[in-house]
């Protein structure tokens, strides 16, 4: 695969993701950075499984947001 190819298809599976679930994928977004409050109720909502996928632009996000 080249590289046009995996970005594509990190893009929609990013967009998918913030369109289908805004609220968990926010939440995960904000989780791994360090930036979610430790509370049990915002907790319930990050989704694990959204880093086992080939989601290279949402771990490039994660790391930018761990920067602040």
Do not use: K, W
Not at 16 to 27: F, K, N, Q, R, W
Not at 41 to 58: A, E, G, I, K, S
């Amino acid at each position: 695969m080249t590289l046009t190819s995996l970005m594509v298809r990190s893009i929609v599976g990013l967009f998918m993701t913030l369109i289908g679930e805004p609220v968990a994928s926010i939440s995960t977004l904000l989780y791994y950075s360090g930036l979610l409050p430790q509370n049990v109720v915002l907790t319930r909502l990050v989704r694990h499984d959204l880093l086992l996928h080939d989601n290279y632009l949402f771990r490039c996000i994660i790391d930018l947001l761990s920067l602040v």
